[in-house]
């Protein structure tokens, strides 16, 4: 299964240099609705099977063109919100980077929690299970690989990144994710491949989905484990 990991388009608290989190009414910008129309090309002919979105407005807006082009229904799941900051929501970035969490959510982020929110390990667990399900999921449904949309926030993806990098969560601030970046993940039996991190070009690669493997090629029951050309982390990133 392979699934691309869309972060909403750039919002009106991003331009306005605020943690936006979960406050109501956070929509795109001009730019980020650009963004989200654009994502249609972005996406080409590539066999989409199904969208899930975070349940806030800026997810919303920025998949709209895509579900209506491709004639799907998006799926809206919690554990695909935004992290909740408890009481930095809706401050200033400014101020927030002189509170003493600051430097923890930067260096040690395992450890952090928000005041009256919830703590990034947290996030991370909720985020990762929600992919692992729907992957799941959409196997059972398509019989076989997949490909699917999940349009989140740009902790919620760094942080499931770093699960299939296989990396502490205390690495994830060196992973970029930025607004309408689309990161790929293709989940096998063997681990995750990372196939795309941050990638803003143009088109996503037509190869996403993966093929089949002969029995021949050294497996004996001919599951569709990627080939060695298909099992690279990295590719292009825009």
């Known amino acids: 299964m392979t699934v691309i990991l869309l972060r909403h388009g750039r919002s009106t608290s991003n331009t306005a240099h605020t943690l936006a989190g979960r406050s109501e009414g956070v929509d795109l910008d001009e730019r980020g609705a650009e963004q989200a129309r654009a994502v249609v090309d972005r996406i080409g002919e590539l066999p989409v099977r199904a969208i899930v979105?975070?349940?806030?407005?800026?997810?919303?807006?920025?998949?709209?063109?895509?579900?209506?082009?491709?004639?799907?229904?998006?799926?809206?799941?919690?554990?695909?919100?935004?992290?909740?900051?408890?009481?930095w929501t809706g401050r200033k970035i400014g101020d927030?980077?002189?509170?003493?969490?600051?430097?923890?959510?930067?260096?040690?982020?395992?450890?952090?929690?928000?005041?009256e929110g919830e703590g990034l390990a947290q996030v991370q667990a909720r985020a990762v299970a929600a992919v692992r399900e729907h992957d799941r999921r959409l196997a059972e449904e398509h019989g076989g690989d997949a490909l699917w949309v999940a349009c989140s926030h740009g902790d919620v993806i760094k942080a499931v990144l770093a699960d299939a990098l296989g990396t502490h969560l205390d690495s994830f601030q060196r992973i970029t994710a930025d607004p309408a970046s689309m990161s790929v993940i293709r989940y096998t039996t063997l681990r995750p491949f990372v196939v795309h991190i941050n990638h803003t070009g143009a088109e996503l690669a037509a190869g996403l989905v993966a093929k089949p493997v002969p029995a021949t090629d050294g497996r004996q029951d001919g599951s569709d484990e990627l080939p060695p050309e298909d099992a690279v982390v990295g590719g292009s990133t825009g």
């Open 53 to 87: 979105r975070s349940p806030l407005l800026r997810c919303r807006s920025t998949v709209e063109p895509l579900a209506a082009a491709l004639g799907l229904e998006p799926v809206v799941d919690e554990r695909l919100s935004e992290v909740d900051y408890g009481t």
């Open 96 to 115: 927030l980077v002189k509170e003493p969490l600051w430097a923890v959510v930067q260096q040690q982020p395992s450890a952090a929690v928000f005041p």
